[in-house]
C-alpha cells in the first residue's frame, strides 16, 4: 500500500462520506451503540453506588487510606466493565457491517453471538485497556509531566489500538498478536484515518452547529414553562447525531480494515477508483499531462 498523502486523504474523505450513506440504508446497526450506551451507564451508576456508599458509609466514616482504596478499585472496575462493554458491541458493529458489506444478511442478533463467542479476548482486551487507562488517570492527576505524559499515551493508545476490534473479531490470535497486527496495519494507513476521523466530524458538524445556534438564540425567546422541554430537546438531538457518529466511526472503521488487509474498498465505498490512483502513481514523471 504505496498511497501519496493526496490519495490518502482523498480514501479517507471517501470512507467517512460513504460511511454515512451506507448507515442510511442500514439504519438498525444504530442499535449497537445504543445498546453499548446502556450498559455504559449502567456500569457508572452501579460502580458510583458502590463507591459512594463504601467511602461515606452508613456508619464510622472510613479513613483517608481506604477511602482512597475504595476510590482507586471503584475506578478499577468502571474502566473494566466500560471497556468490556464497548468492545463486545463495537465486535457485533464491526461483523455487521463487513458481513453486509459483502452482501450476506446479517442481523443484530448474528453480530452479538459472533461478539459472544469471542468474549475471551475481548475480555483480555477489556483488562488491558482498563489497566492502560487507569495509568492515563493516575498521571493525568500529577500535573505538568505527568499531564503531558498521559497525553502523549492516550493517543499511543489511540493509535496502536484503532484496528484492534476487526482483529479480535477476524482473526485467531492472541492478545498480543492483536496489538501487533492492529499497529502495522495503521502504519499502512495513518493518513486515511486522520482524514476518515476529521470528515465524519466534519459532516455531522453542521447538524450540531444548529442546534447550538438554535439553542442559543431561541431560548431567549421562549417562555419559561417551555425552557427545560427544549433544553431535554436540544440534548436529545445532540445525543442522536453523537450516536450516528459513533455508529458511523465503527462502520469506517470496518471498511478501512477491508482496505488494509486487501488493498480494496467494499463495492458500497466505491467514490475512489483505486486502480486510478495506482495507475497515476505508476506513470513515470511528465506522462501525466492532458
Not at 498521559?150 to 496502536?160: D, E
Request: charged share 15%; proline share 4%; glycine share 10%.
Amino acid at each position: 500500500m504505496c498511497a501519496s498523502f493526496v490519495d490518502r486523504i482523498r480514501i479517507g474523505w471517501s470512507i467517512s462520506r460513504d460511511s454515512l450513506t451506507f448507515l442510511a440504508r442500514e439504519r438498525d446497526l444504530l442499535v449497537l451503540p445504543v445498546l453499548s450506551g446502556i450498559i455504559y451507564l449502567v456500569s457508572a451508576l452501579v460502580v458510583f453506588a458502590v463507591v459512594f456508599l463504601g467511602i461515606v458509609g452508613v456508619g464510622e466514616t472510613p479513613d483517608e487510606g481506604t477511602s482512597e482504596l475504595i476510590y482507586i478499585a471503584g475506578v478499577l472496575v468502571y474502566l473494566l466493565l466500560t471497556s468490556i462493554s464497548l468492545t463486545f458491541f463495537a465486535a457485533a458493529l464491526v461483523y455487521c457491517a463487513d458481513r453486509r458489506f459483502r452482501g450476506h444478511e446479517a442481523s443484530i442478533r448474528e453480530g452479538l453471538a459472533v461478539a459472544w463467542k469471542r468474549k475471551s479476548k475481548i475480555v483480555a482486551w477489556g483488562i488491558l485497556t482498563a489497566g492502560v487507562g487507569f495509568l492515563i488517570r493516575r498521571l493525568s492527576r500529577r500535573g505538568g509531566a505527568g499531564t503531558a505524559a498521559s497525553g502523549l499515551l492516550g493517543f499511543s493508545r489511540s493509535v496502536v489500538s484503532f484496528y484492534a476490534v476487526p482483529t479480535i473479531v477476524f482473526s485467531e490470535g492472541s492478545i498480543r498478536e492483536t496489538l501487533s497486527e492492529s499497529a502495522r496495519l495503521f502504519k499502512g494507513t495513518w493518513g486515511e484515518y486522520a482524514s476518515l476521523s476529521l470528515g465524519i466530524n466534519l459532516l455531522l458538524l453542521p447538524p450540531i452547529a444548529i442546534v447550538i445556534l438554535a439553542s442559543v438564540f431561541g431560548m431567549p425567546m421562549l417562555a419559561d414553562s417551555l425552557v427545560l422541554p427544549a433544553i431535554v430537546l436540544a440534548a436529545l438531538l445532540v445525543g442522536v447525531v453523537l450516536l450516528v457518529r459513533q455508529t458511523a466511526l465503527g462502520v469506517a472503521k470496518a471498511a478501512l480494515y477491508t482496505y488494509a488487509t486487501t488493498d480494496r474498498l467494499p463495492p458500497q465505498f466505491a467514490d475512489v477508483d483505486l486502480d486510478a490512483l495506482a495507475s497515476r502513481r505508476a506513470e513515470p514523471p511528465g506522462r501525466g499531462g492532458v
